[in-house]
T-cell receptor, first 113, second 114 residues
């Protein structure tokens, strides 16, 4: 069983919709990550939160908006997405930034119509 | 910058065969090295790790040794099972101010037949 929980598991949305992805961990980790994974490719880092503050934004388009309300939760708000944004979105956490391995959730499979 | 190169797949083996998936890396300083496994429809699971030269990571019959002299971290298993069929990713985490950023290899698809 994964210790990082992501909801929903699947999401289908139109290009004009607004939706949010949610990630939760209760391991006391202080670093959380969002990745995007296309089929048959490795994950690509999008954002890093360190102690609830955004530390890294890998030049992600503004239609993706991350939020870290507290040390256990990480959200990814989606608005006006494009078909090429269809992918598996993975959340991960680690004890501290750069310390300990990253633990991944099972992801949200997103399809943009 | 940091990079990871994995042997290209797919790799197809019969059950109980010996597995090797090659992984080499380029990094400054002393990175930590990881193998992750991704089963169909799931996220990535940490398989094993090594944080310094000559460390051997092991888990579920898989092993990998951190070889600084050859900048390698090859994954091995003595006898694979059908349930080992998955995608395997080699990854490194650099030091410094990288905030724990992982650099992944391209992944190797492993299929094990009965």
């Amino acid at each position: 069983d994964t210790e990082v929980t992501q909801t929903p598991k699947h999401l289908v949305m139109g290009m004009t919709n607004k939706k949010s992805l949610k990630c939760e961990q209760h391991m006391g980790h202080r670093a959380m990550y969002w990745y995007k994974q296309k089929a048959k490719k490795p994950p690509e880092l999008m954002f890093v939160y360190s102690y609830e503050k955004l530390s890294i934004n890998e030049s992600v388009p503004s239609r993706f908006s991350p939020e870290c309300p507290n040390s256990s939760l990480l959200n990814l708000h989606l608005h006006a997405l494009q078909p090429e944004d269809s992918a598996l979105y993975l959340c991960a956490s680690s004890q501290v930034p750069g310390g300990g391995p990253q633990h991944f959730g099972d992801g949200t499979r997103l399809s943009i119509l | 910058g940091d990079s990871v190169t994995q042997m290209e797949g797919p790799v197809t083996l019969s059950e109980e065969a010996f597995l090797t998936i090659n992984c080499t890396y380029t990094a400054t300083g002393y990175p930590s090295l990881f193998w992750y496994v991704q089963y169909p429809g799931e996220g990535l699971q940490l398989l094993l790790k090594a944080t310094k030269a000559d460390d051997k990571g092991s888990n579920k019959g898989f092993e990998a040794t951190y070889r600084k002299e050859t900048t390698s971290f090859h994954l091995e298993k003595g006898s694979v099972q059908v349930s080992d069929s998955a995608v395997y990713f080699c990854a490194l985490r650099g030091g410094g101010t990288s905030y724990g950023k992982l650099t992944f290899g391209q992944g190797t698809i492993l299929t094990v037949h009965p």
